[in-house]
């Protein structure tokens, strides 16, 4: 049976890099037990590797992707079907795809692509930057629109500042499949904020995952305080 998160859940995004400290399967399935005992109800995970190790942790659903560089081509989140095969394959419940409107390494259309996916019954989270991206997205058969990728395409980058709270709501008083608030969300409040917008469930990740982003965002605050004469010998 298909595991999905939960409506207004948190769901912890368990990624790090290759050059990151805590790149490594072991380090991203622990976090994940961690966000599980946080409360969390879902695990969003990068590559085939991290995921099994992820499902062997957990029971929580997971949203698997596979960020991977193709010659020639922007787009990372599990460009190709192969990809996405090869991620749910992994033990994914979700696979989270690029759904901009970008060329695919693989030659597909974004419609041809999700068709694809369907046809082997695989649940489809379209990650998009645009309000056009999520409708086309949702008319080609998407189960989920996700705001992942806004701000983060070359024309989407200048919109408003994150979280697109805006494009959240107006995506959710447009579409009836469930729309996931993913993207800059730092604070508790602010996930908060994205439930009220409509958000079917929420996606934090370095807030919650990256302690060297945790650790710099203190560091730069109390620097900030110091330099402007708060600090006491």
Same mark, same amino acid.
């Given at each position: 049976?298909?595991?999905?998160?939960?409506?207004? @859940?948190?769901?912890?995004?368990?990624?790090?890099?290759?050059?990151?400290?805590?790149?490594?399967?072991?380090?991203?399935?622990?976090?994940?037990?961690?966000?599980?005992?946080?409360?969390?109800?879902?695990?969003?995970?990068?590559?085939?590797?991290?995921?099994?190790?992820?499902?062997?942790?957990?029971?929580?659903?997971?949203?698997?992707?596979?960020?991977?560089?193709?010659? !020639?081509?922007?787009?990372?989140?599990?460009?190709?079907?192969?990809?996405?095969? +090869?991620?749910?394959?992994?033990?994914?419940?979700?696979?989270?795809?690029?759904?901009?409107?970008?060329?695919?390494?693989?030659?597909?259309?974004?419609?041809?692509?999700?068709?694809?996916?369907?046809?082997? !019954?695989?649940?489809?989270?379209?990650?998009?930057?645009?309000?056009?991206?999520?409708?086309?997205?949702?008319?080609?058969?998407?189960?989920?629109? @996700?705001?992942?990728?806004?701000?983060?395409?070359?024309?989407?980058? !200048?919109?408003?500042?994150?979280?697109?709270?805006?494009?959240?709501?107006?995506?959710?008083?447009?579409?009836?499949?469930?729309?996931?608030?993913?993207?800059?969300? @730092?604070?508790?409040?602010?996930?908060?904020?994205?439930? +009220?917008?409509?958000?079917?469930?929420?996606?934090?990740?370095?807030?919650?995952?990256?302690?060297?982003?945790?650790?710099?965002?203190?560091?730069?605050?109390?620097?900030?305080?110091?330099?402007?004469?708060?600090?006491?010998?």
């Amino acid at each position: 049976m298909l595991k999905v998160p939960a409506r207004s @859940s948190l769901v912890v995004s368990c990624q790090a890099l290759a050059h990151e400290p805590l790149h490594g399967s072991a380090h991203m399935a622990a976090m994940a037990r961690a966000a599980r005992e946080g409360g969390a109800g879902g695990i969003r995970a990068n590559s085939p590797t991290d995921i099994r190790a992820i499902r062997e942790a957990v029971e929580l659903p997971i949203i698997g992707l596979w960020k991977r560089d193709y010659k !020639g081509f922007e787009m990372y989140i599990t460009p190709t079907v192969e990809d996405a095969v +090869a991620v749910h394959a992994a033990g994914a419940d979700i696979v989270a795809i690029d759904a901009t409107g970008r060329p695919r390494p693989d030659g597909l259309t974004l419609e041809r692509a999700i068709a694809e996916l369907k046809q082997r !019954g695989i649940a489809v989270m379209a990650d998009i930057s645009t309000y056009g991206e999520g409708l086309l997205a949702a008319e080609y058969g998407a189960d989920y629109v @996700s705001t992942t990728l806004a701000g983060y395409t070359p024309y989407s980058e !200048g919109d408003s500042p994150l979280p697109r709270l805006d494009l959240l709501k107006r995506l959710a008083d447009s579409l009836t499949v469930p729309v996931i608030a993913e993207g800059g969300i @730092s604070t508790p409040q602010q996930a908060g904020l994205a439930l +009220a917008a409509g958000a079917h469930f929420v996606v934090v990740g370095s807030a919650i995952t990256r302690p060297q982003w945790i650790t710099a965002r203190y560091a730069a605050a109390m620097a900030s305080v110091a330099l402007n004469g708060g600090s006491r010998a």
